[in-house]
């Protein structure tokens, strides 16, 4: 199963001197189990297209199908498909509402008409996931809370609604490198452990290399590349032109071969880089 976005249009405030084209003909493929990135500057349209996703935002023109299913179309069905898609906003900490950290993380839960057995125990499981001792703060306001944990509450509710589909629009912005890294690990394991298909907006490219098995680019409202991340940083100028860096690896070898050493620069891991720069240097000789 998929997501399916097909020749998307999406036009704000459209015929007022403001109108603006957020996008221009998408149409990309998202399989079930997959970890797609979605890349771009501000003002891509990267962040309108994952409001597409979830029937947040309604295309002016073509469609977008979950599971084979129109969502949005006006029936019980298209509801469903798009209950099965969990929208995590940049800095969602700023939609956290409810008097404590249990009660916020229930919300969506109990809206969902489960049991309260049910509500406890996804309560408990999704703050266990995001490293958050149950007893110690769940009646806690999650107003007194640092902003790495309010964070991690805010994305504690989504995963207590287990989506099929979990897009993350910026998950690590405003957050100090550890944090950052705890976050991406925690995310890496709901991928690959929890099986879960991730679609995450970003614009670090090092993130984007580590994490990603398809990454699509987007400038000016359109899609300019959709493929693996060796062969999306591969063409240079596509990057480039969406105002957009390489992996620091990449450019570490750009400027090693620049030098004259003749490498690979088309290597994503660190790893990778130095058996690459080893493998060249032991070619002119150099014992190493």
């Known amino acids: 199963m998929s997501i399916e976005i097909r020749n998307v249009t999406h036009i704000y405030m459209e015929k007022t001197p403001y109108e603006k084209m957020a996008l221009d003909d998408v149409s990309l493929t998202i399989e079930e189990g997959s970890f797609t990135a979605i890349a771009g500057h501000t003002g891509s349209g990267k962040s309108t297209l994952m409001q597409h996703i979830n029937g947040l935002l309604t295309p002016d023109k073509g469609m977008v199908h979950i599971d084979g299913i129109d969502i949005n179309k006006k029936n019980k069905v298209a509801f469903t498909a798009r209950r099965s898609v969990g929208l995590v906003f940049q800095y969602p900490e700023q939609q956290l ?5 249990a009660k ?6 109990k809206n969902f008409g489960l049991s309260e057995d049910e509500i406890k125990e996804r309560v408990k499981d999704a ?18 809370l640092s902003g790495g944990q309010m964070r991690r509450v805010a994305i504690a509710g989504i995963i207590a609604l287990k989506p099929k589909y979990l897009v993350l629009d910026e998950p690590t912005a405003g957050l100090d490198p550890q944090l950052k890294a705890n976050l991406l690990n925690k995310i ?5 452990k929890e099986k879960m298909t ?17 990454v699509a680019v987007m400038n000016h409202g359109k899609l300019m590349i959709y493929d693996k991340p060796d062969k999306v940083f591969a063409n240079r100028q596509i ?3 969406a105002g957009l860096l390489e992996p620091e690896v990449m450019q570490l070898l750009q400027k090693i071969k620049d030098k004259g050493l003749d490498v690979n ?9 130095l058996k690459e720069i080893l493998t060249s240097l032991r070619k002119r000789g150099i014992k190493c």
């Open 198 to 214: 991730i679609i995450m907006v970003s614009h670090n490219m090092d993130d984007i290399a580590k994490l990603a098995d398809k």
């Open 97 to 101: 509402f409810e008097e404590t950290v």
């Open 265 to 273: 620069v088309n290597v994503l891991n660190k790893n990778d880089a």
């Open 188 to 192: 890496k394991k709901l991928h690959s």
């Open 104 to 109: 916020d993380i229930a919300f969506g839960p």
């Open 239 to 241: 990057i480039k032109d």
């Open 127 to 144: 703050m266990e996931f995001v490293e958050l001792d149950y007893d110690e703060y769940k009646d806690k306001s999650p107003f007194e």
